[in-house]
T-cell receptor
Framework: GAGVSQTPSNKVTEKGKYVELRCDPI?????LYWYRQSLGQGPEFLIY????????DSGLPNDRFFAVRPEGSVSTLKIQRTERGDSAVYLC?????????????FGPGTRLTVT | QKEVEQDPGPLSVPEGAIVSLNCTYS??????FMWYRQYSRKGPELLMY????GNKEDGRFTAQVDKSSKYISLFIRDSQPSDSATYLC???????????FGEGTQLTVNP
């Protein structure tokens, strides 16, 4: 079946602009996660959704970052007033449930470049 | 100190070699131990995982966990050029949500 998909695959934006990154999880997966990966590093956790609600947003670096999942499927990560330090690959993952959070399946990522 | 430590390499081996990749961790609450493979400019791909201590084998891959020493290993037998990728260990605690990734080890298998 279809895996996790993310759009756009690449996004270049100017410092100070607003961006939205989209994630389509595997059908039927109730748990959804966002991570950020900088060059040469492992992914770092941002936020976890169980259904429509953010169950753990402790990884969001500051209040410029926000994510939603209004219908419990597609999720959007929103970044306001982008900074050059936000440049990274943003990865989305989904798992069948929170209890099976060890089985996280990742999308290809969105490569964000802030100029 | 990071919760999960992994030697970033790079590691270069000839085709057919046995490869050993390792991580150490500090959080005793970790119960599941995942290994992901990540090709260049792709998302991480779940290779295999083990629960608690012990070994698990899947084809040419063997994952090993020693909770007493907080040591995680992945062995690759008869390595192939197609195994060239970055390998990430990622433990998980059942009461939590996030995977905690190591830095990743970059492996190159030379034909």
């Amino acid at each position: 079946g279809a895996g996790v998909s993310q759009t756009p695959s690449n996004k270049v934006t100017e410092k100070g602009k607003y961006v939205e990154l989209r994630c389509d999880p595997i059908s039927g997966h109730t748990a959804l996660y966002w991570y950020r990966q900088s060059l040469g590093q492992g992914p770092e956790f941002l936020i976890y959704f169980q259904g429509t609600g953010a169950a753990d947003d402790s990884g969001l670096p500051n209040d410029r970052f926000f994510a939603v999942r209004p219908e419990g499927s597609v999720s959007t990560l929103k970044i306001q007033r982008t900074e050059r330090g936000d440049s990274a690959v943003y990865l989305c993952a989904s798992s069948p449930s929170g209890v099976r959070g060890h089985e996280q399946y990742f999308g290809p990522g969105t490569r964000l470049t802030v100029t | 100190q990071k919760e999960v430590e992994q030697d970033p390499g790079p590691l270069s081996v000839p085709e057919g070699a046995i490869v050993s990749l390792n991580c150490t961790y500090s959080n005793s609450a970790f119960q599941y131990f995942m290994w992901y493979r990540q090709y260049s400019r792709k998302g991480p791909e779940l290779l295999m995982y083990t629960y608690s201590s012990g070994n698990k084998e899947d084809g040419r891959f063997t994952a090993q966990v020693d909770k007493s020493s907080k040591y995680i290993s992945l062995f690759i037998r008869d390595s192939q050029p197609s195994d060239s990728a970055t390998y990430l260990c990622a433990p998980w605690e059942t009461s939590g949500s996030r995977l905690t990734f190591g830095e990743g080890t970059q492996l190159t298998v030379n034909p």
